[in-house]
């Protein structure tokens, strides 16, 4: 088959209303055996959409004799995946990681070949690179599923808001976290249960890392930074916490204060520049982000004009985020029926990238104590020396079993701060860790306001 | 400054990279002085989106005099709607209605002038007309600002949505009818009282019949219903409910159930065709619609791929319609600069359109009677008659006073049926109406299931 893709009808340059555009798929994993489904099965219907048919001229996947579905051609299948790119006039990239994507896609956009990717991973390290090869070779890239699965956000990102000045996005864009962070609310759980949980369901992969510690959710958070405010913003640029540190406990006082803890990706364009990151917050119920449950997805946005708005839906599965992959197929090849291409992704801002020192917010600080007389005094005094100042203090009287090498009671000490500064706060904390009454590691959660 | 708009430097047919895109506003009100102001303030980045100038070319308006904004060029307004028409590359119709906006729309189509409008009725009624003139003479026609105000809808359902089959769409795409029964639940208002405050508060117009009656609604699901289904589906096909036989009793009802009622705009490709309806109806609360509060709008979309996804956002106003405006300017402005444009829109598909008498759902219908022995026996009786089956019936055992010429006590029968067919429903209570026990007319809810 890899000769069959190579030696392809290229519709491109001919321009011809029977010539199909010819598709090539890298990966024929969920998301790829779902993207060649819907192309095989709506043909006619995008034929209709897009003016010229559409063919998949070629599938690469590491094993083609494994693949086997009822809708998918087996003579397309093929190991040589630099084939299967030649052959195409758009080439698919469902690989994932940084290698062999990043040589594959450079490969097609090099030769005038458009590319559509969900890979979050390349786009956060090498975007940029990506956009201009793109550009300098009159080659559409096109990425809606790489954040938010089958959320239509990226293009109004890329599009529809660009009459206006977006000011910040808030994203829950990863649904593994998400579900955890649900389960431990909904059904008390511990963080180790919930994840066990998640895995079992396949919300959860066997090695959880890139979800739980916030990374997936990093590289998320650099693509719609740069996009938003057209600048230059990496994965190295993120500043990632994850949420294994959150406890049971931790849910139980934001359920008590009517806020729900959430995974936040969140880009903003402030006084003192640009920032990427990822954290736990807690958020009020009735923020519309409090509402998106379970594995679900959503985007928050602010811009100057439009305000607020919100984008929500299914952020990984493989029917959903084939929808999106198609759905920019079948731009790209309207593009190519045209003679065109969509507009370049040009990171003309340079706009400055703010310090994390710059960094303000409202914390919701819990300890873990072993109770003595005169404690608060020292822990509020610390705060006093750093100019911090405390909005309300909760001492829990339960005692709580979290350290089994303590064998007192150890209760929980939880305040919530004013407006402040994270480093001071940061420092101020390190400092009160030093006092022999702390028991482990503090948890710091931010709180929107 | 008409001749200065007329004799203004057409830049799409040289391409040179320093002539400004001109862009005429039809409309200087809410809409169109927030359109002027962004298009003005925000040149420089627009001119980097673009790859060319922008230029506010002209703004006509009914009386040049009596506007006054501080980054709107005096020498730029005139009544000469038709001098604006010619000297724009993109001609912005925001006067609204259907004369003389279908003519000035059409002048700019045919002669292969862009069209971005946000004029919902326009485009309900004479859209597939306008479709097809923009198509004819290459032009492009942009209407995100008529469905949602800023919310990016209209776009994903024209292009990241292409690659799916959209199943159905539930709007709330009407601000002010969502605002008045936000206010009847959570005050306790009745319609009355939370209409006249509406207006006080400038969420409705003095005449509100538009809004209350649904066809403002109406509108926006004949649009999206013609979009979603590649179908010509016109005002005129489209059932139309609206808000004002809602009482405080049916909100009660809802509340005490957990359900809210919103007025909803439903377009679905079902079995018997493709249908757009706009009714009230009860949801769930824990429905992502059900959190759509005061004015904001949303839309909720089912595809067969994307599965469920939300877009959520301000539904009207001057500055977020606005910037809806000028992405779509942006968009079709980047066109002229490629000598593109978009992809036409073709309502290909002549789907049939479902017959009213298909409709099935499950109903919540609320009766005032004049409580007497056998009164639930004869309305059993009737529903028995129609082949109807009640799921759940409630009697209120405390007096109404809602209707002040019936001196005895009026009692409130609510009850809910299984799922059944509307018209059969309708036939039933017609008939139960004619029991003299019956006092004033009964409410009709869909419930959402």
Not at 1 to 28: F, Y
Not at 144 to 157: D, H
Not at 267 to 277: K, L
Not at 306 to 313: I, K, N, R, S, V
Request: glycine share 10%; proline share 4%.
């Amino acid at each position: 088959m890899a000769d069959q893709a190579a030696a392809g009808v290229r519709g491109r340059e001919d321009g011809r209303e029977d010539v199909p555009i010819n598709v090539g798929l890298l990966g024929a994993g969920t998301v790829g055996s779902q993207t060649a489904r819907l192309l095989v099965e709506q043909g006619d219907e995008l034929t209709n959409r897009i003016g010229r048919p559409i063919r998949l001229s070629g599938v690469a996947c590491r094993n083609p004799s494994d693949v086997d579905y009822p809708w998918l051609d087996k003579a397309l299948l093929t190991e040589d995946t630099e084939a299967v790119v030649r052959g195409a006039d758009i080439a698919v990239e469902l690989i994932g990681g940084l290698e062999p994507a990043r040589t594959l896609v450079l490969q097609a956009l090099n030769a005038g070949t458009s590319v559509v990717t969900a890979n979050k991973a390349l786009l956060a390290k090498f975007g940029p690179e990506l956009y201009r090869a793109a550009a300098a070779h009159h080659a559409d890239i096109y990425f809606e599923a790489a954040v938010g699965g089958a959320i239509p956000f990226i293009r109004p990102l890329r599009e529809s808001l660009s009459g206006d000045r977006v000011d910040s996005v808030l994203g829950i864009l990863n649904g593994t976290t998400n579900y955890i962070l649900d389960e431990m609310t909904t059904k008390g759980l511990d963080f180790d249960v919930a994840l066990k949980d998640a895995q079992e369901k396949g919300y959860a992969e066997a090695d959880p890392t890139g979800d739980v510690e916030g990374i997936d959710a990093a590289n998320k958070a650099a693509i719609v930074a740069s996009l938003a405010f057209h600048t230059d913003i990496g994965i190295d640029d993120v500043a990632v916490e994850g949420i294994t540190r959150i406890t049971s406990d931790d849910i139980a006082a934001a359920t008590a204060e009517g806020k729900v803890v959430k995974l936040l990706a969140v880009v903003e364009n402030g006084e003192a520049g640009v920032s990427a990151r990822v954290y736990p917050a807690l958020i009020p119920l009735d923020h519309p982000l409090a509402s998106v449950r379970g594995s679900f997805n959503a985007a928050f946005v602010h811009a100057e004009a439009a305000d607020d708005l919100m984008f929500y839906g299914r952020g990984a599965g493989g029917a959903p985020t084939a929808s999106a992959v198609v759905g920019d197929v079948v731009t790209v090849a309207r593009h190519i029926a045209q003679g065109s291409t969509g507009q370049a992704i040009e990171l003309y801002n340079d706009l400055p990238k703010a310090p994390l020192s710059a960094s303000q917010a409202v914390f919701a600080v819990r300890f873990q104590i072993c109770d003595r007389p005169g404690i608060l005094a020292k822990i509020s005094q610390k705060f006093a020396d750093y100019g911090l100042s405390i909005n309300g203090i909760n001492q829990d009287l339960q005692p709580t079993p979290h350290d089994p090498g303590y064998s007192g009671e150890i209760q929980t000490l939880r305040l919530v701060t004013h407006h402040c500064n994270e480093v001071t706060l940061r420092e101020c904390i390190k400092d009160i860790c030093d006092f022999s009454f702390v028991v482990g590691e503090p948890s710091i959660l931010r709180v929107m306001e």
